[in-house]
Nanobody, 115 residues
Framework: QVHLVESGGGLVQAGGSLRLSCATS????????MGWYRQAPGKQRELVAR???????NYADSVKGRFIVSRDNAKNTVYLQMNGLKVEDTAVYYC?????????WGQGTQVTVSS
């Protein structure tokens, strides 16, 4: 059974940093592409960052230069280091992967950035 569990969210002041983690089980993590998405109230879920199985990364324009996605294949975990946080980064953050013919999501972790 596939599980994705996010952690590391919280309340932070603008300009601060947080590191999100997504621990996975039930997938062959080392060959899986992983994504971080976010959804703010009243808005559609949007891609924040992706990391391929080989370590290639891509980012939404809004977070380039501030966020870093990484992975630890030994721990089956993907990370999102968020620096220079802005109020507009406030959202629920989800990790995601496609495995087999299905797409899987974690339960999300809330990130709130105060001004």
């Amino acid at each position: 059974q596939v599980h994705l569990v996010e952690s590391g969210g919280g309340l932070v002041q603008a300009g601060g940093s947080l590191r999100l983690s997504c621990a996975t089980s039930g997938i062959m993590f080392s060959i899986s592409d992983m994504g971080w998405y976010r959804q703010a109230p009243g808005k559609q879920r949007e891609l924040v960052a992706r990391i391929g199985s080989g370590g290639s990364t891509n980012y939404a324009d809004s977070v380039k230069g501030r966020f870093i996605v990484s992975r630890d294949n030994a721990k089956n975990t993907v990370y999102l280091q968020m620096n220079g946080l802005k109020v507009e980064d406030t959202a629920v953050y989800y990790c995601e992967t496609k495995y087999g013919l299905r797409e899987y999501w974690g339960q999300g972790t809330q990130v709130t950035v105060s001004s």
